[in-house]
């Protein structure tokens, strides 16, 4: 079945550590990719996008995602953290299909940073 | 700005009950999508539209009905809540068809069914 996999449920780190989350999807065709991020208390908001070109796309807030396709992978980077970046972070998949544009997310990976 | 509003933040409903959820968008965007949340399933997608009366079902439709009778105007039915439907619903458009156009997300609504 054709699936999004976010290996990391819940991730905690300690201010200025560098984060990896990991994203693998399933799908065979050409696909459309994203980083979505859910602060507490807020709304999902886009973290940033994939649809063609340089697979390494920069985002908001400096995060960075590379989509390997050889691997089906779009992994989240950052740096160096911050406690504002506590939040859960959703990976979503898009088949670039026509009569649709329908996202398959991922479960979700919770980011703690403690300051 | 793009905005999603959705009518309630919290619902508590009784086992049986009809439920409305209603979700308004403010940007003339074609697609419109229902979404229920739960811890360790992520975003799992009810109904979306893609037009004015159009609908089509997602991954979960069982449990659930959808209107969309204006462009801007998005509508989860529960015909007759249960409690597996305690959940957080969430709302969200974009422009078209194309792949790469991203989804805006409301704030959410959170229903219990006791």
């Known amino acids: 079945a054709q699936s999004v996999s976010q290996h990391n449920h819940h991730v905690i780190l300690s201010e200025a550590a560098s984060l990896e989350l990991g994203c693998n999807y399933s799908?065979?065709?050409?696909?459309?990719l994203f980083w979505y991020v859910q602060y507490p208390g807020q709304h999902l908001q886009l973290l940033l996008k994939?649809?063609?070109?340089?697979?390494l796309v920069k985002g908001i807030k400096g995060f960075e995602a590379e989509f390997i396709k050889s691997k089906f992978s779009f992994n989240l980077r950052k740096p160096s953290v911050q406690w504002s970046d506590t939040a859960e972070y959703f990976c979503?998949?898009?088949?670039?299909?026509?009569?649709?544009?329908?996202?398959?997310f991922g479960t979700g990976t919770r980011l703690t940073v403690i300051p | 700005d793009v905005k999603v509003t959705q009518s309630s933040r919290y619902l508590v409903k009784r086992t049986g009950e009809k439920v409305f959820l209603e979700c308004v968008q403010d940007?003339?965007?074609?697609?419109m999508f229902w979404y229920r949340q739960d811890p360790g399933l992520g975003l799992r997608l009810i109904y979306f539209?893609?037009?004015?009366?159009?609908?089509e079902k997602g991954d979960i439709p069982e449990g659930y009905s959808v209107s969309r009778e204006k462009k801007e105007r998005f509508s989860l039915i529960l015909e007759s809540a249960s409690t597996n439907q305690t959940s957080m619903y969430l709302c969200?458009?974009?422009?078209?068809?194309?792949?790469?156009?991203?989804?805006?997300f409301g704030p959410g609504t959170r229903l219990t069914v006791l």
């Open positions: 969200a458009s974009s422009l078209g068809l194309a792949g790469s156009d991203e989804q805006f």
């Open positions: 994939y649809f063609s070109g340089d697979p």
């Open positions: 979503a998949v898009m088949p670039d299909q026509t009569g649709a544009n329908n996202l398959f």
């Open positions: 539209s893609y037009d004015v009366k159009m609908k």
């Open positions: 940007m003339d965007h074609e697609n």
């Open positions: 799908y065979g065709g050409t696909v459309n």
